[in-house]
């Protein structure tokens, strides 16, 4: 037996992952321990999670690989300063002591950070460094069903390449193609993000979100001012407009001044018109590369096969149309795109690069992304007494019968099933759900549960055999990762006047007859669900449509806005008491909001940053 735990930090979203003879056991970030969003620490409690999975400690684990190679990236810090020197000495300066004090020696760092755990502890030759994309590569091509493919992955950076090629064969990946940093397509995309007001590293799926509001007005100037993009999609940026690389922000006033407005401040400044426009240019020109790329290496390569990673494979909207343009047969995107995924590829590549095993049994070895603990029975009714809940206990099939029921009468439910998702979307583990039927369910979700910004659009899952018949889509889409149209018999045609409605205002009008989870442009982000992976949660559909005719749900993350997804009992029933929740069912336990100890209601809404 060879255990190979991988490890993913000090960047954002730290995880650790365990394999056992190359099959994945367990898988976590660190953020749904420690509470504290894109945690990038040290993962102590998501490494001690992950072990216990199989009983091990440090000292029984075979192999220890890191998922990138710090002084490739020092490296990298180095010859940047000296090419835009005496630029930039400010964040050099800054960023000097920490990398002299922990990265730098990350070897050392970590022995003495895993030693935490063990004690005996003692061999640091364990510890192996993989390569930041071949980490993201591994993660999108092992655990995929083909036998071979071509991996596509782009992020903002690793240690130099932001985007890379490479082809995946049997248990042979090889990389051939990169773009180096500073020419970045999720670097130029958190450079909109910052522009637009929001957080860099997590705001960027709300300026997708946004984009379907506004005109891609400033698609060709991006793309003639900032970047020279080729028609293969390779491309440079114009770093004249850009601060990332030497200064403590992401854009400069020249940039500011092509677009004719300053930086948004999320304080004082409302969204406007203008950052629906920025929102849905940057979006169209992702969109352009992204396809240039997928159809370039389409045709030189001749695989009928792609793989996915990078947190730019997290853009769901450009993947679903690399799935309508057809340049490949099959896509496959891994669920953990972003760093978090790193510590799982950077197991699998030591596994079957450097040990040179073979992949059998080609299948979606993700198993769902249902990778994180589950709850035992005993310890959840402890927990559920100690926070003086009132709770009942059903049977399986009661539960799903009964909140299949309460749904359909709009009521909101927090849903607590099986292993936690590896991740950063829920997929019916750890979710709130709803009637996408409902009219005003978007808003009510936005404003009232998940205390964010109205504009933000909700996800449907949907019974995987059931799919088509809603949705202009007849693929899997188990973990969310493609966007499609909904089926026009279900759409509801506009009236001359919501067709002149710009903007925000697009929001009131009823698109179809699911309207809690349509977007603006008629489009969902879609989540198809499987018997075989949770079949809680298929049951839940199943019996929603017996009673409605529709086998469909609204699926959000089970958590408000700022805060990790939840993963223990305290964390749901401080989410539930805290928010208009009102039931929350964790495994067999049900309860109710209108019988809680009114006393135990909780300010929810001011707890967690703005993210």
């Not at 589950?374 to 559920?384: P, R, T, V, W």
Request: glycine share 4%.
């Amino acid at each position: 037996m060879t255990s190979i735990l991988g490890i993913s930090a000090f960047y954002h979203d730290s995880a650790a992952a365990l394999i056992i003879d190359g099959d994945i056991i367990a898988a976590a970030q660190e953020e749904r321990f420690s509470r504290i969003k894109h945690d990038s620490s040290y993962p102590f409690h998501a490494v001690d999670y992950v072990l216990k999975e199989k009983n091990l400690s440090i000292n029984e684990v075979d192999y220890i690989v890191f998922f990138e190679k710090p002084f490739l990236k020092f490296e990298r810090l180095l010859e940047t300063y000296m090419a835009f020197a005496p630029k930039g000495f400010k964040s050099f300066s800054l960023s000097m002591p920490i990398w002299l004090r922990e990265k730098l020696f990350q070897k050392k760092f970590l022995f003495e950070k895993l030693k935490q755990h063990d004690e005996k502890f003692n061999n640091i030759s364990k510890i192996k460094f993989s390569e930041h994309h071949y980490s993201h590569a591994a993660s999108a091509f092992y655990p995929s069903p083909f036998k071979e493919a071509i991996v596509l992955t782009l992020d903002g950076v690793g240690e130099w390449a932001t985007t890379t090629v490479a082809i995946g064969k049997n248990n042979n990946l090889r990389m051939i193609k990169e773009i180096h940093f500073p020419h970045s397509l999720g670097l130029l995309y958190s450079a909109f993000t910052y522009y637009t007001g929001f957080k860099v590293n997590s705001g960027e799926y709300k300026v997708m979100g946004l984009a379907p509001y506004g005109k891609p007005k400033y698609k060709n100037l991006i793309i003639k001012e900032l970047m020279d993009l080729k028609e293969d999609g390779s491309f440079k940026l114009n770093m004249k407009y850009f601060n990332y690389a030497t200064g403590l922000t992401m854009t400069n006033e020249k940039f500011s001044s092509l677009f004719g407005q300053p930086v948004r401040d999320p304080k004082k400044d409302l969204l406007t018109d203008f950052h629906m426009d920025i929102a849905s240019s940057i979006q169209a020109v992702t969109e352009e590369v992204v396809l240039r790329l997928t159809k370039d290496i389409a045709n030189e390569y001749k695989i009928k096969n792609i793989c996915l990673a990078g947190g730019v494979a997290l853009n769901c909207v450009a993947n679903g149309k690399i799935l309508k343009e057809k340049y490949f047969q099959n896509i496959w995107i891994q669920p953990a795109a972003g760093d978090a995924g790193g510590s799982l590829g950077a197991a699998l590549a030591y596994w079957h690069r450097e040990l040179d095993k073979p992949r059998e049994d080609l299948k979606d070895k993700m198993k769902g992304a249902y990778l994180g603990p589950i709850l035992k029975e005993d310890s959840i009714e402890k927990n559920l007494k100690s926070l003086k809940a009132a709770y009942t206990k059903k049977t399986y099939s009661e539960i799903s019968k009964l909140v299949a029921k309460e749904l359909a009468n709009s009521k909101i439910v927090g849903w607590f099933q099986g292993r936690m998702e590896f991740g950063p979307r829920a997929l019916g583990a750890r979710s709130i759900l709803a009637d996408p039927r409902s009219e005003k369910m978007q808003k009510e979700l936005n404003l009232k549960i998940k205390f964010r910004e109205s504009f933000r659009p909700f996800a449907p899952s949907v019974l995987r055999e059931d799919v088509n018949e809603w949705f202009e889509i007849d693929y899997d889409s188990p973990y969310m990762l493609l966007v499609s149209d909904i089926k026009k018999e279900k759409q509801i045609n506009m009236s001359e006047n919501d067709k002149k409605l710009f903007g925000i205002d697009k929001l009131n009008i009823k698109r179809s007859s699911v309207p809690a989870i349509t977007h603006v442009d008629y489009s969902a982000r879609i989540q198809t669900v499987h018997k075989e992976t949770n079949p809680k949660y298929h049951d839940l559909i199943n019996e929603f449509k017996k009673i409605t005719n529709c086998p469909v749900l609204v699926n959000t993350s089970f958590n408000v806005r700022g805060e990790p997804i939840v993963c223990t009992v305290d964390d749901a029933f401080n989410c539930f008491m805290g928010t208009n929740l009102d039931i929350l069912v964790i495994e067999n336990f049900l309860l109710f909001k209108e019988d809680q100890d009114k006393s135990l209601l909780k300010d929810y809404k001011n707890k967690f940053e703005l993210d």
